[in-house]
Structure formats: C-alpha cells, structure tokens
C-alpha cells in the first residue's frame, strides 16, 4: 500500500530555474492540497483541487502552478524559482474535502539558492 | 483572511508534567482537527472535532471544541518522550465553503527525560 508518495524528496536549484515537484496517491481521493511549511508560519495551503481538472487557489498560490490530468496526481510547478520559496513542501489528500482526515505525503525539502 | 493563532509556539517540560496547547480562530469553524508531526516527519491526524462543546479523549490525550467553535485546546497529561513533536489545530471556517483547513502555527513540545 504506497499510500501518498513525493518527489524528489529533496532538491537543490537556482533562483529563476523552473521545478516541478511531484505528489502521487494510491488511494483515488477527491481532494488532494499543497502546502509549504516555514517556520512560525505553520502549513500554509498553496492550491488544492476536488477532482481532476479542478483547482483553486489557496492562501499563497503567487509563483506556483499546479495542474491535475489525473485523479492520482498532482504536480506543483514553480515557474520561476525564488529564494523565497525555500521551504519544505507538503502534499496531501483526502477523500471527503475539509471534512475528513488528511493524509501527507513525505515532503519535499526544496532550497533555492 | 481567516486566521488560526496557536499559542504557545514552544513549550518544554519535564517527563511527567502535563502540557496544553491552546487554538483560536477569528472565525466559527465547521470542524476542528488536530495533527502530530514528529521531528522530521509529516503531520499526521490525531483526530476531529464538531459539535460545539465536544471533548474527545484518546489515552492521555484530551481534545475539546469551545461552545462558539472558534477555540479548540489539546491536553496531553502525564507527557513521555514519545509525544515530542509538533501538535497543530487545523480549521474548516464556517463561512468559506470551501473544503480546505486554516492551520494554526503549531506547538513544538520538547520534553526533559
């Protein structure tokens, strides 16, 4: 049972260079989120979607983008890669929205330099 | 925005003491849940409050949902290694609609053996 799996688990880049980082689940949930968690800030919600080829903006989505072709997947992008958004990066899902048990993924430990 | 404040951001004890991390949202949330990520690791759901008022109990771990439902508190008593970690409160506010959580900041509880 895979579960909720990232990738890469950690990734070094440079300032501007576009990355892509990578969240996959096994169990056909609706509702899969990004979140990035800094500190004294928590885990802030980046984007989510409800289903496949639905997304919505969560509360930081400036220089992400994400997409969702299929149920199991959701990849977030960003664009252009800032120093700001060094940060650890967590993907999760869950089958019944706000209303129900999260599960995270592993994370990703992003550094833009 | 809507907001989740949780107080305190650190707090350490002895093995054996009680700890309480505490959760207020400027908001009425539909749902409270409350998640444990260890040093390292991801969060993980401990569990979910609804009705106003509730209290749920899980061994040495008390959870409660304020009558307005816009505080919730975790009580862990009699606190051993293992709890060390991170404890956050996450919110469904009432009045977005919308199926995502507002995290509180977190509680990092490190604990004296």
């Known amino acids: 049972d895979a579960g909720i799996t990232q990738s890469p688990r950690y990734k070094i880049t440079e300032t501007g260079r576009q990355v892509t980082l990578m969240c996959h689940q096994t169990?056909?949930?609706?509702?899969m989120f990004w979140y990035r968690q800094d500190l004294g800030h928590g885990l802030r919600l980046i984007y989510y979607s409800a289903a496949a080829d639905i997304t919505d903006k969560g509360e930081v989505p400036d220089g992400y983008v994400v997409s969702r072709s299929k149920t199991e997947n959701f990849p977030l992008t960003l664009e252009s890669a800032t120093r700001s958004q060094t940060s650890v990066y967590f993907c999760?899902?869950?089958?019944?929205?706000?209303?129900?048990?999260?599960?995270f993924g592993p994370g990703t430990r992003l550094t833009v330099l | 925005g809507q907001q989740v404040m949780q107080i305190p951001q650190y707090q350490h004890v002895q093995e054996g003491e009680d700890f309480t991390t505490y959760c207020n949202s400027s908001t009425t949330l539909s749902n409270i849940q409350w998640y444990k990520q260890r040093p390292g690791g991801h969060p993980v759901f401990l569990i979910q409050l609804v009705k106003s008022g509730e209290v749920k109990k899980q061994k040495r771990l008390t959870f409660q949902f304020g009558e307005a439902k816009k505080n919730s508190s975790l009580h862990i008593t009699a606190t051993q290694t293992t709890d060390v970690g991170t404890y956050f409160c996450?919110?469904?506010?009432?009045?977005?609609?919308?199926?995502?959580?507002?995290f509180g900041q977190g509680t990092r509880l490190t604990i004296n053996p």
């Open positions: 999760a899902s869950t089958r019944t929205g706000a209303l129900g048990t999260q599960y």
């Open positions: 996450a919110g469904q506010p009432i009045i977005q609609g919308a199926q995502k959580l507002v």
């Open positions: 169990w056909s949930h609706s509702y």
